[in-house]
T-cell receptor
Framework: GAVVSQHPSWVICKSGTSVKIECRSLDFQATTMFWYRQFPKQSLMLMATSNEGSKATYEQGVEKDKFLINHASLTLSTLTVTSAHPEDSSFYIC???????????FGEGSWLTVV | DAKTTQPTSMDCAEGRAANLPCNHSTISGNEYVYWYRQIHSQGPQYIIHGLKNNETNEMASLIITEDRKSSTLILPHATLRDTAVYYCIVRVIPQFYFGTGTSLTVIP
């Protein structure tokens, strides 16, 4: 099956610093990738939709200047949490939509802890 | 926003069929129904999807009512490893919005 890889799996950073999470589609090309965040015992909340070579589309209430998304190639999207605060601590999950096909595939997720 | 409603939780005996319902009464004619599951602290795993017809694969079967307002995911012989949160999603192109899902517990 299609494989999506996220890195790092978990990261601890200090408050005020920035952290980058990578999402790669390993065996397919993805024109579109999605970023979600998930708090404990809650569902996945869509943060933004990124399309290769263009600006990401953010969901209402998501700060675009805080959560920078780059989708520079058909196999890589990155999420940068800038000036992180403890309330940004969460499980971040990416997914990729193949250029052919109509199913999205998810990465393993990245745990972010801001201390 | 999610266009689906699911029961919060369900139990199923190991070896029996697990039937997970989903209501999507506002679904449009060209919108697919997708099912994913999430085991604790992992990314969601694709199970199956369909438009109108019933679908079956190696993991599960998907039964969609004729009016498409509801569907049922069937795990034919549930195992302990099927314990997870199951999400029914109606895709609002191009996004996939998740509802609250059903927490399925398979009991030995």
């Amino acid at each position: 099956g299609a494989v999506v890889s996220q890195h790092p799996s978990w990261v601890i950073c200090k408050s005020g610093t920035s952290v980058k999470i990578e999402c790669r589609s390993l065996d397919f090309q993805a024109t579109t990738m999605f970023w979600y965040r998930q708090f404990p015992k809650q569902s996945l909340m869509l943060m933004a939709t990124s399309n290769e070579g263009s600006k990401a589309t953010y969901e209402q209430g998501v700060e675009k200047d805080k959560f920078l998304i780059n989708h520079a190639s058909l196999t890589l999207s990155t999420l940068t949490v800038t000036s992180a605060h403890p309330e940004d601590s969460s499980f971040y999950i990416c997914s990729a939509y193949p250029t052919t096909g109509n199913t999205i595939y998810f990465g393993e997720g990245s745990w972010l802890t801001v201390v | 926003d999610a266009k689906t409603t699911q029961p919060t939780s369900m139990d199923c005996a190991e070896g029996r069929a697990a039937n997970l319902p989903c209501n999507h009464s506002t679904i449009s004619g060209n919108e697919y129904v997708y099912w994913y599951r999430q085991i604790h602290s992992q990314g969601p795993q694709y199970i199956i999807h369909g438009l109108k017809n019933n679908e079956t694969n190696e993991m599960a079967s998907l039964i969609i009512t004729e009016d498409r307002k509801s569907s049922t995911l069937i795990l034919p012989h549930a195992t302990l490893r099927d314990t997870a949160v199951y999400y029914c999603i109606v895709r609002v192109i191009p996004q996939f919005y998740f509802g609250t899902g059903t927490s399925l517990t398979v009991i030995p």
